[in-house]
T-cell receptor, first 115, second 108 residues
Framework: ETGVTQSPTHLIKTRGQQVTLRCSSQ?????VSWYQQALGQGPQFIFQ???????GRGNFPPRFSGLQFPNYSSELNVNALELDDSALYLC??????????????FGAGSRLTVL | AQRVTQPEKLLSVFKGAPVELKCNYS??????LFWYVQYSRQRLQLLLR??SRESIKGFTADLNKGETSFHLKKPFAQEEDSAMYYC??????????FGEGTQLTVNP
């Protein structure tokens, strides 16, 4: 059983650029969530994907967008990067259950630095 | 709106001493709460969830709806417990609201 893998692990961009982060979910998981973790803060929910559609969104602007593919992997895209976008971006996968809370398995994260 | 508060950013105890990491929440629905832990250079991982009522690595946490708290406790801290601990509240489906975390240091 493979866990959640994210790429790249680190990257540096400049303001105004665009970035794509990738995530492969854990085997058997069909739901992917993305979180942003700024330095010294807890992770903040960006959005979640299930069945290739956005299934819930946190308080993030539209320049944060995502995709989920038929194999349940996912991408997070951020356009028009701002300095405050510098953070660790965490991907988490889970199995969507009709009842009860879903346990999330996290990846190691992609650390984005915006200069 | 849902919120999770961890009042202590840093907590330092000696090995063998009891430890309690505080967590308070606000949520209008029926809460489901978790503790996640991040050891140095490792990924965030689930420690325990309140509905399981289990003890993991000697840690327990009891949901107190009257006080809206979900404090994490361990009677005898070990050096390997040193880590960042996050309390989290689940709302719809798998959406987690995290606290800001408590860095626990267990000194020898």
């Amino acid at each position: 059983e493979t866990g959640v893998t994210q790429s790249p692990t680190h990257l540096i961009k400049t303001r105004g650029q665009q970035v794509t982060l990738r995530c492969s979910s854990q085997s058997g998981h069909n739901t992917v969530s993305w979180y942003q973790q700024a330095l010294g803060q807890g992770p903040q929910f960006i959005f979640q994907y299930y069945r290739e559609e956005e299934n819930g969104r946190g308080n993030f602007p539209p320049r944060f967008s995502g995709l989920q593919f038929p194999n349940y992997s996912s991408e997070l895209n951020v356009n028009a990067l701002e300095l405050d976008d510098s953070a660790l971006y965490l991907c988490a996968s889970s199995v969507n259950r009709a009842a009860g809370a879903n346990v999330l398995t996290f990846g190691a994260g992609s650390r984005l630095t915006v200069l | 709106a849902q919120r999770v508060t961890q009042p202590e950013k840093l907590l330092s105890v000696f090995k063998g001493a009891p430890v309690e990491l505080k967590c308070n929440y606000s949520y209008s629905g029926s809460p489901e709460l978790f503790w996640y832990v991040q050891y140095s250079r490792q990924r965030l991982q689930l420690l325990l969830r309140h509905i399981s009522r289990e003890s993991i690595k000697g840690f327990t946490a009891d949901l107190n709806k009257g006080e809206t708290s979900f404090h994490l406790k361990k009677p005898f801290a070990q050096e390997e417990d040193s880590a960042m601990y996050y309390c989290a509240l689940i709302t719809s489906g798998s959406r987690l609201t995290f606290g800001e975390g408590t860095q626990l240091t267990v000194n020898p």
